[in-house]
């Protein structure tokens, strides 16, 4: 039979002859789409527009607003660059050139240190090749073949990506864009003219294969974009990151600090960063209390024993640091809670009167991560976990799923953090449990998130190995997506731990345990909230709330009462008695991003009130102290919150 049946997202089926070519479907509904169109999504795998179909399947049309369509495009860039880096060093070797998130990078050898100077080059040649217009044609080879054509490339990356490939199992190809060859499993663009706009953003060092034994290469990350506005518009974002980024303002705010001379991935939390966190804690704490939870506080380190019976010895020892001898006996340092709640739950004997048990602790944890991946708050080596564990019987989970899920959006909507994606995440290839119970949970998880009409997205495969999970990421004020609470089950612990509760029966039943973060972590919070109002925090959050500036010495008098009053009144203030002219100090604070400025001098003094100026409003006038005390005490309690 020559005929094959293609089906179409809108349901629709046509016949066409074995081997037609994605291309050759689009073409046949317009000319318009298959210009358009990147590659297709065939019976749920990505593939060229020219690749061949002979079966019945469904297909769908990738162009650059589908993700997948975006990653097509950005791997094909970096394609572009290797090939415009191969015609500038022709002794240059390649790594590996992925698509990431937003754009691309390539690994590569060469002797020269790249500068900016030379990514114009680059960029100049991309332009230039772009415009040649060759196509990506694919050839599928024996091993044999392409180790032949990369030993005459004396291309040693490549050669060691061969040889770790069974050419019995894996499909090896190669990719063909005008003179230049790479071996890569696509899929990739029609043509290289598709690709219009680039920008190379930056070139760093980059161990091959992220191993920091191997020799360093250098890898060149880019963006690129089918039209000019999409371009500029992600310039304009860029340039928008760059002045919100954290560690530029924590230094700017003196928020916090890193020191690697004293040990890499440590936060030292100065006074303003140790007021903000305060009041995150003192917030968190509350609400839980408030919402059913109870306080626990565990040590920092633990037996070897209990590592082992968790598993981490087994299953993440490469992200645990060294154990160490006390008393002859293996310590280590925790880079989990969990288990230390589950000795608290072992401490006495449990009634299913007792269930639901939600326990939560701001517990500080540490995980080896490798000194390439460091990036001020947002990936450190110790860390304040916003951790919480609930064991609950079987019939109760639907209920505490759904609780913990308003609960996660309660906490992140008061931070301002309102749009948020729902991600349900279920078993992978590895896992523990049976199968049953796996079903039950992710049934449970999906019933939760129907029942408050909340949309969410699949994620298959990406639970734990130990039990599916609900993911909550938010959007920041630019837009980007930050993952932060997670709702995951546990079938693996309760059975490790050998916990029980007695039932209405009077027997012994298994509990299900649920492990919850909503935060994530103080740290990376603070960082992603640090960039989200870009220093400008909430007032209920602002390290200092209002600065209290005498015009003049003369007036320091009546500046320190009014300080005191405020103080007194729970306000964080701070009093400039800086031997300044007013008009620095009202630039400094600016800068300082201070929500508040109280100006005093003999107007003031005269009519026992004070002036007000407000952070990029400027000045509100006068105000009885007792009238201004009045209207903060209403922003604080309120949590009132912009994003800028």
Same mark, same amino acid.
Not at 99 to 113: L, T, V
Not at 308 to 319: C, I
């Given at each position: 039979?020559?005929?094959?049946?293609?089906?179409?997202?809108?349901?629709?089926?046509?016949? $066409?002859?074995?081997?037609?070519?994605?291309?050759?479907?689009?073409?046949?509904?317009?000319?318009?789409?298959?210009?358009?169109? #990147?590659?297709?999504?065939?019976?749920?795998?990505?593939?060229?527009?020219?690749?061949?179909?002979?079966?019945?399947?469904?297909?769908?049309?990738?162009? $650059?607003? &589908?993700?997948?369509?975006?990653?097509?495009?950005?791997?094909?860039?970096?394609?572009?660059?290797?090939?415009?880096?191969?015609?500038?060093?022709?002794?240059?070797?390649?790594?590996?050139?992925?698509?990431?998130?937003?754009?691309?990078?390539?690994?590569?050898?060469?002797?020269?240190?790249?500068?900016?100077?030379?990514?114009?080059?680059?960029?100049?040649?991309?332009?230039?090749?772009?415009?040649?217009?060759?196509?990506?044609?694919?050839?599928?080879?024996?091993?044999?073949?392409?180790?032949? @054509?990369?030993?005459?490339?004396?291309?040693?990356?490549? #050669?060691?990506?061969?040889?770790?490939?069974?050419?019995?199992?894996?499909?090896?190809?190669?990719?063909?864009?005008?003179?230049?060859?790479? !071996?890569?499993?696509?899929?990739?663009?029609?043509?290289?003219?598709?690709?219009?706009?680039?920008?190379?953003?930056?070139?760093?060092?980059?161990?091959?294969?992220?191993?920091?034994?191997?020799?360093?290469?250098?890898?060149?990350?880019?963006?690129?974009?089918?039209?000019?506005?999409?371009?500029?518009?992600?310039?304009?974002? !860029?340039?928008?990151?760059?002045?919100?980024?954290?560690?530029?303002?924590?230094?700017?705010?003196?928020?916090?600090?890193?020191?690697?001379?004293?040990?890499?991935?440590?936060?030292?939390?100065?006074?303003?960063?140790?007021?903000?966190?305060?009041?995150?804690?003192?917030? /968190?704490?509350?609400?839980?209390?408030?919402?059913?939870?109870?306080?626990?506080?565990?040590?920092?380190?633990?037996?070897?024993?209990?590592?082992?019976?968790?598993?981490?010895?087994?299953?993440?020892?490469?992200?645990?640091?060294?154990?160490?001898?006390? =008393?002859?006996?293996?310590?280590?340092?925790?880079?989990?809670?969990?288990? @230390?709640?589950?000795?608290?739950?072992?401490?006495?004997?449990?009634?299913?009167?007792?269930?639901?048990?939600?326990?939560?602790?701001?517990?500080?944890?540490?995980?080896?991560?490798?000194?390439?991946?460091?990036?001020?708050?947002?990936?450190?080596?110790?860390?304040?976990? &916003?951790?919480?564990?609930?064991?609950?019987?079987?019939?109760?989970?639907?209920?505490?799923?759904?609780?913990?899920?308003?609960?996660?959006?309660?906490?992140?909507?008061?931070?301002?953090?309102?749009?948020?994606?729902?991600?349900?995440?279920?078993?992978?290839?590895?896992?523990?449990?049976?199968?049953?119970?796996?079903?039950?949970?992710?049934?449970?998880?999906?019933?939760?998130?129907?029942?408050?009409?909340?949309?969410?997205?699949?994620?298959?495969?990406?639970?734990?190995?130990?039990?599916?999970?609900?993911?909550?990421?938010?959007?920041?004020?630019?837009?980007?997506?930050?993952?932060?609470?997670?709702?995951?089950?546990?079938?693996?612990?309760?059975?490790?731990? =050998?916990?029980?509760?007695?039932?209405?029966?009077?027997?012994?039943?298994?509990?299900?345990?649920?492990?919850?973060?909503?935060?994530?972590?103080?740290?990376?919070?603070?960082?992603?909230?640090?960039?989200?109002?870009?220093?400008?925090?909430?007032? /209920?959050?602002?390290?200092?709330?209002?600065?209290?500036?005498?015009?003049?010495?003369?007036?320091?008098?009546?500046?320190?009462?009014?300080?005191?009053? #405020?103080?007194?009144?729970?306000?964080?203030?701070? !009093?400039?008695?800086?031997?300044?002219?007013?008009?620095?100090?009202?630039?400094?604070?600016?800068?300082?991003?201070?929500?508040?400025?109280?100006?005093?001098?003999?107007?003031?003094?005269?009519?026992?009130?004070?002036?007000?100026?407000?952070?990029?409003?400027?000045?509100?006038?006068?105000?009885?102290?007792?009238?201004?005390?009045?209207?903060?005490?209403?922003?604080?309690?309120?949590?009132?919150?912009?994003?800028?």
């Amino acid at each position: 039979m020559n005929k094959i049946k293609i089906r179409f997202p809108d349901g629709q089926e046509k016949e $066409f002859e074995k081997g037609v070519t994605p291309f050759q479907i689009a073409q046949s509904i317009s000319e318009r789409l298959a210009d358009e169109v #990147l590659a297709a999504k065939v019976n749920g795998s990505v593939i060229d527009m020219h690749r061949p179909i002979h079966q019945d399947t469904n297909i769908h049309f990738l162009k $650059f607003d &589908d993700e997948e369509g975006k990653e097509v495009y950005w791997h094909s860039s970096s394609h572009l660059m290797a090939h415009a880096i191969k015609s500038l060093y022709p002794e240059a070797k390649f790594g590996v050139g992925p698509a990431i998130e937003n754009g691309f990078y390539y690994d590569f050898d060469i002797s020269k240190k790249l500068d900016e100077e030379d990514l114009r080059k680059i960029e100049e040649k991309m332009e230039k090749i772009s415009k040649e217009d060759h196509k990506f044609e694919r050839t599928e080879l024996p091993k044999v073949k392409a180790v032949d @054509f990369f030993e005459k490339q004396n291309d040693q990356y490549k #050669l060691e990506i061969l040889s770790e490939l069974d050419e019995n199992n894996e499909v090896i190809s190669i990719y063909n864009e005008g003179d230049f060859t790479d !071996l890569c499993t696509g899929p990739h663009l029609p043509s290289a003219g598709k690709i219009k706009f680039v920008k190379l953003l930056s070139v760093s060092g980059s161990y091959w294969r992220g191993d920091e034994h191997n020799k360093q290469m250098q890898r060149i990350y880019g963006i690129s974009f089918p039209k000019k506005k999409m371009l500029d518009d992600y310039i304009h974002f !860029l340039e928008e990151a760059k002045r919100r980024d954290h560690r530029k303002l924590g230094k700017q705010l003196d928020l916090f600090s890193v020191h690697e001379e004293a040990g890499a991935g440590l936060i030292y939390w100065h006074p303003k960063g140790a007021r903000i966190r305060m009041e995150i804690e003192d917030y /968190w704490r509350n609400a839980h209390l408030q919402n059913g939870y109870e306080l626990l506080y565990s040590p920092h380190m633990g037996k070897s024993w209990l590592w082992e019976t968790s598993g981490h010895l087994d299953f993440y020892k490469d992200s645990m640091y060294s154990g160490m001898k006390i =008393d002859e006996q293996d310590y280590f340092i925790k880079p989990m809670n969990c288990p @230390f709640h589950i000795m608290i739950y072992k401490a006495h004997l449990r009634s299913y009167r007792d269930l639901p048990l939600r326990w939560a602790e701001l517990g500080t944890v540490y995980r080896y991560e490798k000194s390439g991946v460091l990036h001020g708050l947002l990936r450190v080596r110790g860390f304040t976990q &916003d951790d919480a564990h609930i064991f609950c019987a079987h019939e109760q989970i639907e209920e505490e799923i759904r609780r913990t899920v308003n609960f996660a959006r309660m906490i992140l909507g008061t931070f301002g953090f309102k749009d948020m994606n729902f991600y349900l995440a279920t078993k992978p290839e590895e896992a523990v449990g049976e199968v049953e119970l796996w079903n039950k949970a992710i049934e449970s998880l999906r019933k939760a998130l129907e029942a408050e009409k909340l949309n969410y997205q699949m994620d298959e495969g990406g639970g734990a190995f130990y039990g599916p999970k609900i993911d909550i990421k938010i959007k920041d004020a630019l837009g980007r997506e930050w993952q932060l609470s997670t709702i995951q089950f546990d079938f693996n612990l309760p059975e490790r731990f =050998d916990i029980n509760y007695i039932g209405e029966d009077g027997k012994e039943h298994r509990p299900f345990m649920v492990h919850r973060a909503l935060l994530g972590s103080i740290e990376r919070f603070f960082g992603i909230l640090i960039e989200h109002y870009a220093g400008d925090f909430p007032l /209920w959050l602002a390290p200092v709330q209002a600065v209290v500036i005498p015009v003049s010495q003369n007036f320091s008098e009546y500046a320190q009462t009014i300080n005191e009053k #405020l103080i007194a009144s729970g306000i964080r203030t701070h !009093l400039d008695q800086r031997n300044e002219k007013i008009g620095y100090k009202i630039r400094d604070w600016e800068t300082q991003k201070a929500p508040y400025m109280i100006i005093v001098g003999e107007k003031e003094l005269n009519a026992s009130n004070i002036s007000v100026r407000q952070h990029k409003k400027g000045d509100l006038g006068a105000f009885t102290l007792t009238d201004f005390i009045d209207k903060l005490a209403t922003e604080i309690k309120n949590k009132d919150y912009t994003t800028i």
